[in-house]
């Protein structure tokens, strides 16, 4: 099977498009490696999937497109020849923080380029298609655990409205055009090659090197947060069944989360633990556009998926301390 991989130079994109490889697929990733984080972060990742994919003897499997999904014609990447089976759409720009500062390029990337891709596997007959979304969806209820069936109208912020968007727009094209859209609703992804602003690896960072730690709130907000490698057999899971499934069953969200709740001063010590090392924490307000709360229900998932999540954040965040150890060049 050929799988499009949009954001395939990104944290989950890489170890999707590796995964991918590793069981025998071809994959295409597109990424245009902007400057939400440092490029140099994204050439390694890819980097890695290419070594990856040498040391698997697949190297001629994996391509790679430096292309804008919204500024470039990714038309000839469905020529009849280079046609993939499915698109996997996982590029976008991530972050809530940063999209109430810059809310334009999020509806450009995250809306706009959603619905150039869906236009582009329309109009070439490619009916699979996954999606990158957000538990940021669920906006700031505190009725848990978070089901897909909740209403679910009420994002707080930019980012999650794009995905939301995402979602919406994903109907429409299962409806008027007999897409296969499955919209995966990640829960705080984090493990080997995390994007380096988020929580755990910026808190790892700053313990490392000594520096304070900024902890927004009273430390009581929680998250369900979900180890790289499950997220990963959640996606490749629903990148199967887009295959498969019959069109009626053809517009489906699922939760990939890990099911569980760690509060922010729970999420710290664990860090510590694993480092060894404390932190020095500097109490801040809240921030505008950060939910309270975020707990899957993944019955869903598990039942027609085979999504089968196997990493607590106690064995997880060890696993994430020594790749950023190796990474940093230090040792145990
Ligand atoms: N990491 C998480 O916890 C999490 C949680 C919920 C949802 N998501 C979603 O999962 C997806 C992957 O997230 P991630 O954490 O790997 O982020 P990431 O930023 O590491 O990866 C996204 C990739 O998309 C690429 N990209 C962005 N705009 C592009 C464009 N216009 N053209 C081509 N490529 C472009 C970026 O260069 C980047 O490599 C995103 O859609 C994100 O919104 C992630």
Not at 127 to 146: L, T
Not at 278 to 307: C, M, S, W
Request: glycine letters at 8%.
């Amino acid at each position: 099977m050929k799988v499009l991989v949009t954001g395939a130079a990104g944290f989950i994109g890489s170890h999707v498009a590796e995964a991918l490889l590793h069981r025998g697929d071809e994959v295409v990733g597109v990424d245009n490696f902007n400057a939400f984080y440092d490029p140099a972060i994204k050439e390694a990742n890819i980097d890695e999937v290419r070594a990856s994919a040498r040391a698997w003897g697949r190297a001629e499997a994996f391509r790679l497109v430096r292309a804008d999904i919204v500024h470039d014609d990714l038309s000839s990447l469905f020529t009849p020849e280079n046609c993939p089976d499915v698109v996997c759409h996982l590029a976008a720009w991530a972050g809530v923080r940063p999209s109430i500062v810059n809310p334009l390029i999020y509806q450009s990337v995250n809306v706009e380029g959603t619905l150039k891709l869906l236009e582009l596997a329309r109009h070439h007959g490619v009916k699979p298609f996954v999606f990158a979304s957000s538990s940021s969806v669920y906006g700031a209820r505190r009725e848990v655990p978070f089901r897909e069936d909740d209403r679910v109208d009420d994002p707080i912020s930019p980012y999650a409205a794009t995905k939301k968007a995402g979602e919406l727009i994903g109907y429409t094209y299962h409806h008027l055009h007999g897409l296969r859209f499955f919209g995966l609703r990640f829960f705080t992804v984090y493990g080997p090659r995390q994007r380096p602003e988020m929580a755990i690896h910026l808190f790892a960072r700053a313990i490392l090197d000594g520096k304070p730690i900024r902890m927004h709130g009273d430390g009581e907000s929680s998250r369900d947060y979900t180890y790289i490698d499950d997220c990963v057999q959640g996606v490749v899971a629903a990148i199967d069944r887009s295959t498969r499934v019959e069109d009626k069953d053809g517009y489906r969200i699922y939760n990939l989360g890990c099911s569980d709740t760690t509060s922010l001063r729970g999420l710290v010590s664990t860090i510590e633990a694993a480092l060894g090392k404390k932190a020095q924490i500097e109490h801040a307000p809240d921030q505008p556009g950060d939910v309270p709360l975020t707990f899957a229900d993944i019955r869903r998932a598990r039942a027609e998926l085979g999504y089968d999540p196997k990493t607590p954040i106690p064995d997880g965040v060890p696993k994430f301390v020594e790749w950023l150890k190796k990474r940093r060049g230090e040792s145990n």
